[in-house]
Each structure stands twice: as C-alpha cells, then as structure tokens.
DNA sequence: GATTAGTGCAACCACAGAGTTGCATTAATC
DNA sequence: GATTAATGCAACTCTGTGGTTGCACTAATC
C-alpha cells in the first residue's frame, strides 16, 4: 500500500483537465459519461484520464449497474503531500548547513 | 510570494530526468555544465530543464563569475505538499460525510 | 425482443516537449 | 591578445500523449 512511485503521480497531477476532473469528483462520485456531461471533453478523453488517475492510485472505480462510477482517493494526495513535505524539508536543512559553511570561512 | 499555481509545479515534477537533476543540485550547487557530468544527457538537455524548475520557483540561479550556479529551493516544495495535503484532506472529509449518509439512508 | 444508455476498443491527428547537434557569444586565464 | 571554458540561441528529430471519431458490445428499460 501507498508503495507508488511519486513521480507518475506528479505527472498525472500536472495536467490542468485531470484537475478539472479530479474537482467534479470531489463534489461526488460520477461516471466518465456523467463527467463529460460536465467537461468541455469527449467521454473518451475522460476515460483515458480516469485510467491514468487509477493507474496512480489517486481514483477507484465501482460498478454499479451497467454504469462505471469513480471515487477519488485523499489519502493518496496526502501521502504524496507527506513525501513531498519530507523532500523540501530536507533540502532545506542541507542548504541550511551548507550556507552555514560558507559563511564560516 | 508562493503565489504559483501548482499544476505547472507538478508538471515540473512529473518527470524524472528533472528529479535526477533536482537530487543532484540537493548535494550542493551546480552548474548545468557540472550537471551534465553526472547525468547521462546533454548540457542543453538539462539547461531546458533547469529553465523549466526556475520558471516553477523550484530552483533560483546566481552567476559566480562566468558560471551560472543552480540552487534547489526545498521551501517551494513544502509550500506545494501543504496545499496538496489541504485539498487531500478535504476531499476525504467530503468522502467520509458521502458515506456516513449513505449509510443512514 | 427492440430500444437505449453506458462502456470498451482501435485508429487516427496534432501538438508539446525531451533530447540532440551545431554554432555564436562571453568571460576567465595564460 | 590568444586560448579556453562556460553559457546562449536556433533548428531539427522523435516519441508521448491529449484529443478526436467511429464502431462494437453489454446491460437496463420499455
């Protein structure tokens, strides 16, 4: 669990109509049709991003009927967000000592 | 100031020739010259790249003589992984009301 | 059983961008 | 001043992918 590799999930966040449908799933769980009612997209277009949103880890799928109804997962934009915070927080030290350094000399 | 917008920011961090990049300049400044001696791509390759990080307020540039050194700035990404953590751990407040509701019907 | 709303799959187009090579330019160094 | 090491700029290739259209399939609904 959370074993994802951040760096596809970066590149699945950085696409601006991902968000738009990352929003609309946030309001409540819809269907790649029921989103391109919604979007300026083509349900194939959706469907495509869906995957890639699945793919990451940042949405899950039921089946409810004939209809295909997504959900998307906070947990796994927390973790990420974690991960993040841990990076930026290291560098910052490193830098920290390393200018640190230099202005002793 | 942090005023980015973070989509960009994430599209910066979706790749991983980037990533190699932003490692290594976690290990102390650089140039893209020196960068170049340590990654498998070209000098212009990862100038493009640098450009790319600068442009996201990843990283800032300072000119030592006739050399452009790059520092990684790890404070831009703890801002990210806040407002990540934020937006996860609202929609995870909205999934939980969704389903408590679902339950008491 | 016919219709209809939903998904799945495949081919295709167009553009962005990751990477390259080549040359011009600038600033240290001898 | 000549040389050398760095950056800057431009053109080009090639792959990935966001988007489309078109059709086949499946499961509710009438």
Same mark, same amino acid.
Not at 55 to 75: C, K, N, W
Not at 91 to 103: N, S, V
């Given at each position: 669990?959370?074993?994802?590799?951040?760096?596809?999930?970066?590149?699945?966040? +950085?696409? =601006?109509? &991902?968000?738009?449908? $990352?929003? *609309?799933?946030?309001?409540?769980? %819809?269907?790649?049709?029921?989103?391109? @009612?919604?979007?300026?997209?083509?349900?194939?277009?959706?469907?495509?991003?869906?995957?890639?949103?699945?793919?990451?880890?940042?949405?899950?799928?039921?089946?409810? +009927?004939? =209809?295909? &109804?997504?959900?998307? $997962?906070? *947990?796994?934009?927390?973790?990420? %967000?974690?991960?993040?915070?841990?990076? @930026?927080a290291e560098?910052?030290?490193?830098?920290?000592?390393?200018?640190?350094?230099?202005?002793e000399l």
């Open positions: 669990m959370t074993s994802t590799t951040l760096v596809p999930v970066f590149a699945a966040l +950085g696409d =601006e109509t &991902r968000w738009s449908i $990352l929003v *609309a799933l946030g309001e409540g769980d %819809a269907s790649a049709s029921a989103l391109a @009612g919604r979007l300026p997209v083509t349900r194939q277009a959706i469907a495509k991003h869906l995957a890639v949103l699945q793919d990451v880890g940042l949405v899950e799928s039921v089946r409810v +009927g004939r =209809e295909l &109804r997504y959900r998307v $997962l906070g *947990a796994q934009l927390s973790e990420t %967000a974690r991960r993040l915070d841990r990076i @930026g560098w910052d030290r490193r830098l920290a000592a390393i200018k640190r350094i230099a202005e």
